[in-house]
Protein backbone atom coordinates (compact mmCIF):
# COMPACT_ATOMS: atom_id res chain seq x y z
CA UNK A 1 0.00 0.00 0.00
CA UNK A 2 1.23 3.41 -0.64
CA UNK A 3 3.60 4.83 2.55
CA UNK A 4 1.11 8.16 3.17
CA UNK A 5 -2.06 5.91 2.85
CA UNK A 6 -0.61 3.35 5.59
CA UNK A 7 0.75 6.17 7.36
CA UNK A 8 -3.09 7.62 7.51
CA UNK A 9 -5.10 4.17 8.14
CA UNK A 10 -2.27 3.50 11.31
CA UNK A 11 -2.63 7.22 12.44
CA UNK A 12 -6.31 6.81 13.00
CA UNK A 13 -5.88 3.32 14.70
CA UNK A 14 -3.23 4.86 17.16
CA UNK A 15 -4.35 7.59 18.48
CA UNK A 16 -7.83 5.94 18.77
CA UNK A 17 -9.82 7.69 16.50
CA UNK A 18 -10.92 4.74 14.44
CA UNK A 19 -12.76 3.69 17.83
CA UNK A 20 -13.74 7.19 19.34
CA UNK A 21 -15.60 8.47 16.37
CA UNK A 22 -17.65 5.23 15.82
CA UNK A 23 -18.82 5.30 19.55
CA UNK A 24 -19.97 8.75 19.50
CA UNK A 25 -21.67 8.33 16.20
CA UNK A 26 -23.32 5.34 17.88
CA UNK A 27 -24.35 7.21 21.24
CA UNK A 28 -26.16 9.91 18.90
CA UNK A 29 -27.96 7.44 17.01
CA UNK A 30 -28.95 4.85 18.93
CA UNK A 31 -30.22 7.26 21.60
CA UNK A 32 -32.85 8.48 19.10
CA UNK A 33 -34.90 4.82 18.89
CA UNK A 34 -34.30 4.92 22.77
CA UNK A 35 -35.76 8.70 23.39
CA UNK A 36 -38.74 7.65 21.54
CA UNK A 37 -39.12 4.95 23.44
CA UNK A 38 -39.00 6.39 26.77
CA UNK A 39 -40.48 9.29 25.87
CA UNK A 40 -43.99 8.82 26.69
CA UNK A 41 -42.49 7.70 30.36
CA UNK A 42 -40.12 10.96 30.48
CA UNK A 43 -43.03 12.94 30.05
CA UNK A 44 -45.20 11.04 32.30
CA UNK A 45 -42.70 11.85 35.27
CA UNK A 46 -41.95 15.07 34.44
CA UNK A 47 -42.57 16.88 37.59
CA UNK A 48 -44.03 20.65 36.41
CA UNK A 49 -46.81 19.01 34.35
CA UNK A 50 -50.54 20.69 35.80
CA UNK A 51 -52.54 17.73 37.10
CA UNK A 52 -54.80 15.82 34.62
CA UNK A 53 -52.76 17.42 32.17
CA UNK A 54 -52.70 14.25 29.08
CA UNK A 55 -50.34 14.23 26.31
CA UNK A 56 -51.03 12.09 23.26
CA UNK A 57 -47.29 11.09 21.15
CA UNK A 58 -48.41 9.23 18.24
CA UNK A 59 -46.07 6.58 17.87
CA UNK A 60 -43.82 6.91 15.49
CA UNK A 61 -42.96 4.09 12.66
CA UNK A 62 -39.39 2.44 12.92
CA UNK A 63 -38.74 4.35 9.35
CA UNK A 64 -39.30 7.26 10.99
CA UNK A 65 -36.80 6.95 13.83
CA UNK A 66 -34.23 6.48 11.26
CA UNK A 67 -35.14 9.46 9.64
CA UNK A 68 -34.52 11.13 12.97
CA UNK A 69 -31.20 9.47 13.24
CA UNK A 70 -29.81 10.87 9.94
CA UNK A 71 -31.22 14.07 11.34
CA UNK A 72 -29.12 14.14 14.29
CA UNK A 73 -26.21 12.69 12.49
CA UNK A 74 -26.36 15.68 10.57
CA UNK A 75 -26.11 18.52 13.28
CA UNK A 76 -23.84 16.78 15.51
CA UNK A 77 -22.15 13.36 13.51
CA UNK A 78 -21.19 16.31 10.67
CA UNK A 79 -19.21 18.84 13.22
CA UNK A 80 -17.75 15.63 14.89
CA UNK A 81 -16.03 14.82 11.44
CA UNK A 82 -15.05 18.53 10.74
CA UNK A 83 -13.47 18.68 14.15
CA UNK A 84 -11.45 15.66 13.14
CA UNK A 85 -10.51 16.79 9.99
CA UNK A 86 -9.86 20.30 10.54
CA UNK A 87 -6.22 19.24 11.82
CA UNK A 88 -5.71 17.14 9.31
CA UNK A 89 -3.12 19.62 7.31
CA UNK A 90 -3.59 22.84 9.34
CA UNK A 91 -2.40 21.11 12.18
CA UNK A 92 0.65 19.47 10.64
CA UNK A 93 1.53 22.52 9.10
CA UNK A 94 1.06 24.70 12.51
CA UNK A 95 3.31 21.76 14.69
CA UNK A 96 5.93 21.68 11.90
CA UNK A 97 6.05 17.58 10.78
CA UNK A 98 4.82 18.51 7.47
CA UNK A 99 7.34 20.15 6.71
CA UNK A 100 9.75 17.21 7.83
CA UNK A 101 8.28 15.47 5.65
CA UNK A 102 7.55 17.39 2.95
CA UNK A 103 11.29 17.62 2.15
CA UNK A 104 10.99 13.91 1.25
CA UNK A 105 9.68 13.17 -1.87
CA UNK A 106 6.24 12.64 -1.18
CA UNK A 107 3.98 13.64 -3.94
CA UNK A 108 1.44 16.39 -2.80
CA UNK A 109 -1.42 14.61 -4.51
CA UNK A 110 -0.87 10.96 -2.37
CA UNK A 111 -0.20 13.85 0.85
CA UNK A 112 -3.70 15.01 0.41
CA UNK A 113 -6.31 12.49 -1.32
CA UNK A 114 -4.70 9.78 1.13
CA UNK A 115 -6.13 12.09 3.97
CA UNK A 116 -9.26 11.72 2.18
CA UNK A 117 -9.81 8.20 1.62
CA UNK A 118 -8.68 7.69 5.50
CA UNK A 119 -11.11 10.21 6.65
CA UNK A 120 -13.72 9.42 4.51
CA UNK A 121 -13.46 5.61 5.56
CA UNK A 122 -14.10 6.47 9.09
CA UNK A 123 -17.08 8.46 8.39
CA UNK A 124 -18.85 5.71 6.34
CA UNK A 125 -17.48 3.32 9.11
CA UNK A 126 -18.87 5.29 11.75
CA UNK A 127 -21.61 6.53 10.18
CA UNK A 128 -22.63 2.68 8.93
CA UNK A 129 -21.92 1.21 12.92
CA UNK A 130 -23.91 4.32 13.86
CA UNK A 131 -26.92 3.04 11.35
CA UNK A 132 -26.68 -0.62 12.01
CA UNK A 133 -26.75 -0.06 15.71
CA UNK A 134 -29.78 2.56 15.72
CA UNK A 135 -31.88 -0.05 13.65
CA UNK A 136 -31.04 -3.00 15.96
CA UNK A 137 -32.29 -0.66 18.70
CA UNK A 138 -35.36 0.35 16.64
CA UNK A 139 -36.27 -2.83 15.91
CA UNK A 140 -35.94 -4.07 19.24
CA UNK A 141 -37.89 -1.35 21.13
CA UNK A 142 -40.07 0.47 17.84
CA UNK A 143 -40.81 -1.99 15.45
CA UNK A 144 -39.79 -4.16 12.22
CA UNK A 145 -37.35 -2.06 10.47
CA UNK A 146 -36.23 -1.71 6.52
CA UNK A 147 -32.63 -2.85 6.58
CA UNK A 148 -32.37 -2.46 2.80
CA UNK A 149 -33.68 1.33 3.33
CA UNK A 150 -31.00 1.94 5.84
CA UNK A 151 -28.54 0.57 4.12
CA UNK A 152 -29.59 3.05 0.96
CA UNK A 153 -30.31 5.85 3.08
CA UNK A 154 -26.60 5.73 4.78
CA UNK A 155 -25.27 5.34 1.39
CA UNK A 156 -26.96 8.38 0.10
CA UNK A 157 -25.43 10.41 3.34
CA UNK A 158 -22.48 8.87 3.32
CA UNK A 159 -22.11 11.27 -0.32
CA UNK A 160 -22.97 14.27 2.21
CA UNK A 161 -20.21 13.54 4.98
CA UNK A 162 -17.11 12.79 2.33
CA UNK A 163 -18.25 16.06 1.15
CA UNK A 164 -17.84 17.50 4.28
CA UNK A 165 -14.37 15.76 4.87
CA UNK A 166 -13.49 17.02 1.46
CA UNK A 167 -14.42 20.71 2.00
CA UNK A 168 -12.73 20.83 5.56
CA UNK A 169 -9.16 19.06 4.07
CA UNK A 170 -9.47 22.09 1.45
CA UNK A 171 -9.98 24.53 4.08
CA UNK A 172 -7.09 22.92 5.90
CA UNK A 173 -4.73 22.72 3.28
CA UNK A 174 -4.53 27.03 2.81
CA UNK A 175 -5.87 28.05 6.52
CA UNK A 176 -3.19 28.80 9.19
CA UNK A 177 -5.07 27.19 11.91
CA UNK A 178 -7.18 23.65 12.10
CA UNK A 179 -9.99 25.92 14.07
CA UNK A 180 -9.74 28.56 11.23
CA UNK A 181 -10.47 25.57 8.55
CA UNK A 182 -13.11 24.25 10.48
CA UNK A 183 -14.97 27.72 11.30
CA UNK A 184 -14.55 27.80 7.63
CA UNK A 185 -15.79 24.60 6.85
CA UNK A 186 -19.21 24.79 9.12
CA UNK A 187 -19.79 28.27 7.92
CA UNK A 188 -19.51 27.00 4.42
CA UNK A 189 -21.91 23.53 5.23
CA UNK A 190 -24.06 26.13 7.36
CA UNK A 191 -24.88 29.24 4.54
CA UNK A 192 -25.35 26.66 1.91
CA UNK A 193 -27.95 24.87 4.58
CA UNK A 194 -29.71 28.74 5.11
CA UNK A 195 -29.83 29.46 1.86
CA UNK A 196 -30.66 26.67 0.01
CA UNK A 197 -34.37 27.30 -0.26
CA UNK A 198 -34.01 30.43 -2.37
CA UNK A 199 -32.17 28.74 -5.05
CA UNK A 200 -34.23 27.17 -7.49
CA UNK A 201 -31.89 24.09 -7.65
CA UNK A 202 -31.85 23.88 -3.90
CA UNK A 203 -32.96 19.58 -4.47
CA UNK A 204 -29.40 19.31 -6.56
CA UNK A 205 -27.31 20.89 -3.39
CA UNK A 206 -25.49 18.64 -0.76
CA UNK A 207 -27.32 19.64 2.16
CA UNK A 208 -30.64 18.25 0.62
CA UNK A 209 -28.74 14.67 0.92
CA UNK A 210 -29.73 14.04 4.16
CA UNK A 211 -33.52 14.98 4.10
CA UNK A 212 -33.03 12.00 0.90
CA UNK A 213 -31.53 9.90 3.50
CA UNK A 214 -34.13 10.20 5.98
CA UNK A 215 -37.13 10.25 3.54
CA UNK A 216 -35.95 7.10 1.92
CA UNK A 217 -35.69 5.63 5.72
CA UNK A 218 -39.13 6.55 6.07
CA UNK A 219 -40.36 5.48 3.08
CA UNK A 220 -41.07 8.67 1.47
CA UNK A 221 -38.52 9.52 -0.57
CA UNK A 222 -40.39 11.08 -4.02
CA UNK A 223 -37.97 12.70 -5.90
CA UNK A 224 -34.64 11.77 -7.65
CA UNK A 225 -31.84 12.09 -5.18
CA UNK A 226 -29.46 11.22 -8.16
CA UNK A 227 -29.03 14.99 -9.18
CA UNK A 228 -27.49 15.96 -5.55
CA UNK A 229 -25.30 12.67 -5.43
CA UNK A 230 -23.83 13.56 -8.58
CA UNK A 231 -23.42 17.15 -7.78
CA UNK A 232 -21.76 16.33 -4.23
CA UNK A 233 -19.69 13.92 -5.69
CA UNK A 234 -18.66 16.49 -8.41
CA UNK A 235 -17.96 18.97 -5.49
CA UNK A 236 -16.16 16.59 -3.51
CA UNK A 237 -13.57 15.91 -6.46
CA UNK A 238 -13.57 19.38 -7.53
CA UNK A 239 -12.61 20.52 -3.48
CA UNK A 240 -9.77 17.85 -3.30
CA UNK A 241 -8.73 19.81 -6.78
CA UNK A 242 -8.61 23.13 -5.23
CA UNK A 243 -7.31 22.25 -2.04
CA UNK A 244 -4.20 20.19 -4.24
CA UNK A 245 -3.86 23.46 -6.20
CA UNK A 246 -4.22 26.03 -3.68
CA UNK A 247 -1.44 23.32 -1.51
CA UNK A 248 0.70 23.40 -4.19
CA UNK A 249 1.45 26.99 -4.03
CA UNK A 250 1.40 27.08 -0.38
CA UNK A 251 4.90 27.94 1.62
CA UNK A 252 4.91 24.55 4.31
CA UNK B 1 28.68 20.17 -10.83
CA UNK B 2 28.28 22.47 -8.39
CA UNK B 3 26.43 20.52 -5.47
CA UNK B 4 24.12 23.64 -4.80
CA UNK B 5 24.40 27.00 -7.13
CA UNK B 6 21.92 29.57 -6.09
CA UNK B 7 21.71 32.59 -8.32
CA UNK B 8 19.76 35.95 -7.83
CA UNK B 9 18.08 34.41 -5.11
CA UNK B 10 15.35 37.21 -3.59
CA UNK B 11 12.43 36.54 -1.12
CA UNK B 12 10.26 38.89 -0.09
CA UNK B 13 7.61 38.69 2.73
CA UNK B 14 5.75 41.24 2.16
CA UNK B 15 7.63 44.71 2.21
CA UNK B 16 10.42 42.61 3.94
CA UNK B 17 13.50 41.31 2.21
CA UNK B 18 14.41 38.24 3.61
CA UNK B 19 16.69 37.56 0.47
CA UNK B 20 18.53 40.02 -1.66
CA UNK B 21 19.89 38.71 -4.61
CA UNK B 22 21.97 35.84 -3.15
CA UNK B 23 24.24 34.09 -4.98
CA UNK B 24 27.09 31.48 -4.62
CA UNK B 25 28.19 28.28 -5.41
CA UNK B 26 29.01 24.72 -3.34
CA UNK B 27 31.13 22.32 -5.14
CA UNK B 28 31.13 18.60 -4.21
CA UNK B 29 32.03 16.34 -0.97
CA UNK B 30 32.65 19.67 1.52
CA UNK B 31 31.41 20.47 4.53
CA UNK B 32 29.75 24.32 3.96
CA UNK B 33 29.00 26.45 6.86
CA UNK B 34 26.01 28.58 6.58
CA UNK B 35 26.29 31.67 9.15
CA UNK B 36 24.75 34.97 9.42
CA UNK B 37 23.49 37.06 11.97
CA UNK B 38 19.45 36.18 12.92
CA UNK B 39 17.23 36.97 10.38
CA UNK B 40 20.32 37.15 7.85
CA UNK B 41 18.17 34.64 5.62
CA UNK B 42 19.52 31.04 6.89
CA UNK B 43 16.26 29.30 7.32
CA UNK B 44 14.52 30.84 4.22
CA UNK B 45 17.51 29.89 2.14
CA UNK B 46 17.43 26.24 3.25
CA UNK B 47 14.22 26.22 2.75
CA UNK B 48 14.29 27.38 -0.79
CA UNK B 49 16.83 24.66 -1.40
CA UNK B 50 14.44 22.17 -0.10
CA UNK B 51 11.57 23.61 -2.19
CA UNK B 52 9.08 23.83 1.42
CA UNK B 53 9.35 27.97 0.48
CA UNK B 54 9.70 29.56 -3.00
CA UNK B 55 11.71 32.13 -4.36
CA UNK B 56 10.13 35.62 -5.02
CA UNK B 57 13.35 35.45 -8.19
CA UNK B 58 16.00 33.63 -8.98
CA UNK B 59 17.49 30.37 -9.41
CA UNK B 60 18.11 27.85 -7.14
CA UNK B 61 19.54 24.23 -8.35
CA UNK B 62 20.64 21.27 -5.85
CA UNK B 63 22.47 18.37 -7.63
CA UNK B 64 22.39 19.87 -10.80
CA UNK B 65 18.30 19.92 -10.35
CA UNK B 66 16.05 23.27 -10.59
CA UNK B 67 14.31 23.48 -6.99
CA UNK B 68 11.61 25.18 -8.66
CA UNK B 69 11.39 22.85 -11.70
CA UNK B 70 11.75 20.02 -9.72
CA UNK B 71 11.21 19.76 -6.23
CA UNK B 72 10.04 16.62 -5.86
CA UNK B 73 13.38 14.93 -7.44
CA UNK B 74 15.73 17.42 -5.43
CA UNK B 75 14.28 15.87 -2.57
CA UNK B 76 15.42 12.57 -3.38
CA UNK B 77 19.31 13.76 -3.19
CA UNK B 78 19.06 15.27 -0.48
CA UNK B 79 18.38 14.92 3.23
CA UNK B 80 16.96 17.90 5.52
CA UNK B 81 17.11 18.76 9.25
CA UNK B 82 14.51 21.30 10.12
CA UNK B 83 15.94 23.78 12.96
CA UNK B 84 13.04 22.48 15.62
CA UNK B 85 12.45 18.88 14.04
CA UNK B 86 8.81 17.36 14.67
CA UNK B 87 7.70 14.12 13.94
CA UNK B 88 4.09 12.10 14.53
CA UNK B 89 4.01 11.52 18.50
CA UNK B 90 2.52 8.51 18.19
CA UNK B 91 5.22 7.14 16.22
CA UNK B 92 8.41 5.51 17.36
CA UNK B 93 11.51 6.35 15.99
CA UNK B 94 11.60 2.71 14.48
CA UNK B 95 7.95 3.65 12.94
CA UNK B 96 9.03 7.07 11.85
CA UNK B 97 12.28 5.62 9.91
CA UNK B 98 10.55 3.00 7.79
CA UNK B 99 8.01 5.58 7.04
CA UNK B 100 10.58 7.88 5.54
CA UNK B 101 12.30 4.62 4.08
CA UNK B 102 8.49 3.76 2.71
CA UNK B 103 8.85 7.31 1.02
CA UNK B 104 12.20 6.93 -0.47
CA UNK B 105 10.98 3.46 -1.74
CA UNK B 106 13.72 1.63 -0.12
CA UNK B 107 13.17 -2.05 0.62
CA UNK B 108 11.63 -2.73 4.48
CA UNK B 109 14.92 -5.01 4.71
CA UNK B 110 17.52 -2.48 4.06
CA UNK B 111 15.82 0.23 6.11
CA UNK B 112 15.64 -2.25 9.04
CA UNK B 113 19.62 -2.61 8.34
CA UNK B 114 20.05 1.36 7.73
CA UNK B 115 18.07 2.33 10.92
CA UNK B 116 19.74 -0.06 13.23
CA UNK B 117 22.63 1.32 11.99
CA UNK B 118 22.14 5.14 12.04
CA UNK B 119 19.41 4.73 15.39
CA UNK B 120 22.66 3.28 17.10
CA UNK B 121 25.05 5.53 15.80
CA UNK B 122 23.15 8.51 16.98
CA UNK B 123 22.52 6.71 20.67
CA UNK B 124 18.59 6.32 20.32
CA UNK B 125 18.67 2.96 19.49
CA UNK B 126 17.64 1.70 23.43
CA UNK B 127 14.71 4.07 22.84
CA UNK B 128 13.61 2.94 19.07
CA UNK B 129 10.58 1.14 19.96
CA UNK B 130 9.55 4.46 22.34
CA UNK B 131 6.62 7.27 21.22
CA UNK B 132 8.68 9.63 19.89
CA UNK B 133 5.99 12.12 21.75
CA UNK B 134 8.12 11.28 25.24
CA UNK B 135 11.27 12.38 23.70
CA UNK B 136 13.26 15.08 24.46
CA UNK B 137 14.46 17.68 22.75
CA UNK B 138 18.12 16.30 22.19
CA UNK B 139 16.77 13.19 21.00
CA UNK B 140 14.36 14.12 18.62
CA UNK B 141 17.33 16.37 16.73
CA UNK B 142 19.17 12.83 16.96
CA UNK B 143 16.58 11.27 15.35
CA UNK B 144 15.98 14.29 13.13
CA UNK B 145 20.21 13.54 11.55
CA UNK B 146 18.79 10.02 11.61
CA UNK B 147 16.29 10.59 9.60
CA UNK B 148 17.91 12.97 7.36
CA UNK B 149 20.46 10.18 6.35
CA UNK B 150 18.60 7.21 5.55
CA UNK B 151 18.18 7.93 1.77
CA UNK B 152 21.94 8.13 1.83
CA UNK B 153 22.14 11.82 0.54
CA UNK B 154 24.18 13.24 -1.77
CA UNK B 155 24.11 16.27 0.20
CA UNK B 156 22.23 17.23 4.04
CA UNK B 157 20.90 20.56 4.39
CA UNK B 158 21.02 21.00 8.75
CA UNK B 159 19.71 24.29 9.71
CA UNK B 160 21.21 25.12 13.02
CA UNK B 161 21.33 21.22 14.26
CA UNK B 162 23.09 21.67 17.50
CA UNK B 163 20.65 24.37 18.95
CA UNK B 164 18.50 22.42 20.97
CA UNK B 165 21.40 20.56 22.90
CA UNK B 166 23.32 20.13 25.68
CA UNK B 167 26.92 20.32 25.75
CA UNK B 168 27.66 16.82 25.43
CA UNK B 169 25.43 16.03 22.95
CA UNK B 170 26.57 19.04 21.31
CA UNK B 171 29.81 17.63 20.77
CA UNK B 172 28.69 14.41 19.84
CA UNK B 173 26.29 15.66 17.25
CA UNK B 174 29.29 17.64 16.28
CA UNK B 175 31.35 14.93 15.98
CA UNK B 176 29.21 12.95 14.20
CA UNK B 177 28.75 15.71 11.62
CA UNK B 178 32.22 16.14 11.04
CA UNK B 179 32.57 12.42 10.41
CA UNK B 180 29.89 12.51 7.95
CA UNK B 181 31.35 15.45 5.88
CA UNK B 182 33.79 12.60 4.54
CA UNK B 183 30.84 10.11 3.55
CA UNK B 184 28.61 13.23 1.98
CA UNK B 185 28.36 16.98 1.79
CA UNK B 186 27.28 19.09 4.37
CA UNK B 187 25.44 22.56 3.98
CA UNK B 188 25.25 23.32 7.93
CA UNK B 189 23.41 26.60 9.03
CA UNK B 190 24.45 28.39 12.04
CA UNK B 191 25.35 31.45 14.66
CA UNK B 192 27.39 29.31 16.61
CA UNK B 193 30.56 30.02 15.15
CA UNK B 194 32.80 27.70 17.47
CA UNK B 195 30.75 24.78 16.08
CA UNK B 196 30.70 25.90 12.73
CA UNK B 197 34.64 26.07 12.82
CA UNK B 198 34.70 22.41 14.07
CA UNK B 199 33.13 21.08 11.33
CA UNK B 200 33.17 23.00 8.27
CA UNK B 201 36.19 23.62 5.80
CA UNK B 202 34.66 26.30 3.87
CA UNK B 203 32.36 29.15 5.24
CA UNK B 204 29.22 31.12 3.65
CA UNK B 205 28.86 34.11 5.54
CA UNK B 206 25.53 36.41 4.92
CA UNK B 207 23.85 39.50 6.09
CA UNK B 208 20.40 41.25 5.17
CA UNK B 209 20.15 38.42 2.45
CA UNK B 210 23.06 38.51 0.60
CA UNK B 211 26.82 36.99 0.55
CA UNK B 212 29.29 39.24 2.76
CA UNK B 213 31.67 36.62 1.96
CA UNK B 214 32.87 33.04 1.07
CA UNK B 215 35.72 31.41 1.29
CA UNK B 216 37.90 28.70 3.07
CA UNK B 217 38.26 29.25 6.41
CA UNK B 218 41.86 29.22 6.45
CA UNK B 219 41.41 32.03 3.88
CA UNK B 220 39.13 34.24 5.83
CA UNK B 221 41.33 34.23 8.36
CA UNK B 222 44.31 35.32 6.49
CA UNK B 223 42.23 37.73 4.54
CA UNK B 224 40.52 38.88 8.00
CA UNK B 225 42.38 38.68 10.74
CA UNK B 226 44.85 41.21 12.13
CA UNK B 227 47.63 39.88 14.25
CA UNK B 228 46.51 40.33 17.95
CA UNK B 229 48.60 39.61 21.27
CA UNK B 230 47.12 40.27 24.83
CA UNK B 231 48.91 41.64 27.20
CA UNK B 232 48.64 41.87 31.21
CA UNK B 233 51.32 43.57 33.23
CA UNK B 234 51.01 43.65 37.17
CA UNK B 235 51.02 48.08 37.15
CA UNK B 236 48.68 49.95 34.93
CA UNK B 237 50.06 50.57 31.57
CA UNK B 238 49.50 53.18 29.30
CA UNK B 239 49.77 50.94 26.04
CA UNK B 240 48.73 53.59 23.50
CA UNK B 241 51.02 55.99 25.08
CA UNK B 242 53.89 53.67 25.20
CA UNK B 243 53.54 52.53 21.33
CA UNK B 244 51.56 54.42 19.59
CA UNK B 245 54.11 55.78 17.60
CA UNK B 246 55.56 52.04 16.38
CA UNK B 247 55.74 51.19 12.88
CA UNK B 248 53.86 48.15 13.41
CA UNK B 249 51.01 49.61 15.73
CA UNK B 250 47.78 49.04 14.44
CA UNK B 251 45.14 49.73 17.78
CA UNK B 252 44.91 48.81 21.09
CA UNK B 253 41.58 48.53 23.43
CA UNK B 254 41.46 47.85 27.15
CA UNK B 255 39.13 44.55 27.85
CA UNK B 256 39.43 44.63 31.90
CA UNK B 257 42.63 43.51 32.98
CA UNK B 258 43.67 42.70 29.99
CA UNK B 259 44.68 44.79 26.86
CA UNK B 260 44.33 43.78 22.96
CA UNK B 261 46.76 45.08 20.72
CA UNK B 262 46.41 44.93 17.20
CA UNK B 263 49.72 44.81 15.63
CA UNK B 264 50.76 45.28 11.62
CA UNK B 265 54.42 43.18 11.66
CA UNK B 266 54.27 40.45 14.03
CA UNK B 267 57.93 39.23 14.41
CA UNK B 268 58.58 43.22 15.24
CA UNK B 269 55.86 43.42 17.80
CA UNK B 270 56.79 40.01 19.64
CA UNK B 271 59.96 41.63 20.87
CA UNK B 272 59.14 45.17 21.22
CA UNK B 273 56.39 44.28 23.51
CA UNK B 274 58.08 42.91 25.96
CA UNK B 275 60.80 45.57 25.17
CA UNK B 276 58.94 48.57 25.48
CA UNK B 277 57.12 47.16 28.70
CA UNK B 278 59.82 46.04 30.62
CA UNK B 279 61.93 49.11 29.70
CA UNK B 280 59.10 51.21 31.59
CA UNK B 281 59.47 48.66 34.51
CA UNK B 282 56.30 46.91 34.11
CA UNK B 283 56.40 42.79 34.90
CA UNK B 284 54.06 40.32 32.67
CA UNK B 285 51.36 38.13 34.47
CA UNK B 286 50.58 37.43 30.91
CA UNK B 287 51.90 37.80 27.17
CA UNK B 288 50.25 36.12 24.41
CA UNK B 289 49.86 35.75 20.35
CA UNK B 290 46.01 35.19 19.64
CA UNK B 291 45.03 32.39 17.35
CA UNK B 292 42.61 33.96 14.70
CA UNK B 293 39.32 33.08 15.36
CA UNK B 294 35.87 32.58 13.12
CA UNK B 295 33.80 34.75 15.60
CA UNK B 296 36.50 37.98 15.27
CA UNK B 297 36.27 37.09 11.54
CA UNK B 298 31.85 37.06 11.55
CA UNK B 299 31.84 40.00 13.34
CA UNK B 300 33.97 41.84 11.67
CA UNK B 301 32.61 40.69 7.83
CA UNK B 302 29.32 42.03 8.90
CA UNK B 303 30.29 45.00 10.61
CA UNK B 304 32.21 46.04 7.45
CA UNK B 305 28.64 44.79 5.19
CA UNK B 306 26.69 46.66 7.05
CA UNK B 307 29.01 49.63 6.70
CA UNK B 308 28.69 49.28 3.09
CA UNK B 309 24.85 49.18 3.21
CA UNK B 310 24.74 52.15 5.13
Same mark, same amino acid.
Given at each position: MNAQLTKEFREIIRTWKILIVPIVFAFLAVGQPVTYKLMPLILKNAGNMPPGTVIEIPVPSAGEVMASVIRQLDVLGLFIIVMIVMGSIAGERVSGVAATVLSKPLRLGSYIVSKLIVYGILAIFSLFTSLILAGYYTGLLIGPVDWAAILAGGAIYAIYLVFAVALTIMFSTFMKSPLAAGGASLGVILLVNMTAPLFPFKNWLPPALGGYAGQLMAGSLSVNFQGAALLTLAITLGSIALGLEIFRRQEI | ????? %? $???? =?????? $? /?????? !??????? /???? *?? &?????????? +????????????????? #??? %???????? +?????????? &?? !????????? !???????? !?? %????? %?? $??? @???? $?????? @???? +? +??? #????????? *????????? =? &???? *??? @? &???????? #??? @???????????????????HVLGDVERVCDYVIIVNRGQVAAQASIKELKEKYTTPTFVVETDQQADIGGLMGSEPWFANAREEGPNWRIAVDDVQAAKVRIPTLLLNQGHTFRRFEQLAPNLEDIFLKVVADNERAAD
Open positions: - | MAQIE %V $KGLT =KRYGSV $K /ALNDLS !FSVSDKR /AVGF *LG &PNGAGKTTTL +RILTGLANATSGEAHVC #GID %VRRNPHEV +RRHIGYLSQS &PV !FYNWMSAVE !FMHYVGSI !FG %VPRAE %VA $KRS @EELL $KRLDIW @EARN +R +RIG #GYSGGMKQR *LGIAQALLN =K &PEIV *LLD @E &PVSALDPI #GRH @EILKLIAELSHETSIFMSS
